[in-house]
């Protein structure tokens, strides 16, 4: 009888389920999510530069290989951009997989340095024969590229196949820039000797 006249409270409408939005698959090939950039191939510029890099030695490979290979010049070109092609390929696999590891990342570097170096050489050799100046400082900046390349590549493999830590990375660094000063005597040797009808075809290696 207490129960008379009291209303009891209405059932709870039953929960709709909510529709999960089933989002677009954009993942092509190379990313996650394309248009966002969360993940993938795409988010990584560095990633994206190198493999564009790989492509671009990769063809130029191919352009010399089925064309020319005539010349010292030629074959010394078609090293240079396989090897380029080679470094470019392994710092994407290292940025996407984590392998190959440092060592091996930094002697392929180091091959690549020595290729276009050896190219820099070829075209000193062709172009400048005859001028016992010019044969003198070639002479002095080979021994000097020769023994830093040397002592970089067997650091690199010492510390490879051992536990030893020979090097920091500031001596590697400041090793890398004396390479690259070498290689711009090297141009600048180049350029300064070449007769002035000749050097509009070697501009644009000066400038690379």
């Not at 690259?180 to 690379?208: A, D, H, T």
């Amino acid at each position: 009888h207490v129960l008379v006249g009291l209303q009891l409270p209405p059932p709870p409408p039953p929960e709709k389920k909510k529709k999960k939005k089933k989002k677009k698959k954009t993942e092509l090939f190379f990313g996650k999510d394309f248009f966002t950039g969360h993940s993938g191939m795409f988010s990584n510029m560095d990633v994206l530069s190198y493999s564009l890099a790989a492509v671009t030695f990769g063809l130029l490979t191919i352009l010399v290989v089925s064309r020319y290979l005539r010349r010292g010049v030629d074959r010394a070109l078609a090293l240079a951009a396989t090897v380029s092609m080679i470094w470019a390929a392994t710092i994407v696999s290292q940025s996407l997989w984590g392998q190959p590891g440092f060592n091996i990342r930094y002697l392929v570097e180091l091959l690549r340095d020595a290729s276009w170096i050896y190219l820099l050489f070829a075209l000193l050799k062709d172009g400048l024969k005859e001028k016992k100046l010019t044969n003198k400082v070639k002479h002095i900046l080979g021994a000097t590229t020769a023994i830093l390349l040397t002592l970089l590549v067997a650091i690199a493999l010492i510390e490879n196949f051992s536990t030893v830590g020979i090097s920091t990375g500031k001596a590697k660094l400041l090793g890398q820039i004396g390479l690259s000063l070498l290689g711009l005597s090297m141009v600048e040797q180049i350029w300064r000797n070449s007769p002035s009808f000749g050097r509009s075809s070697i501009k644009y290696m000066c400038i690379g």
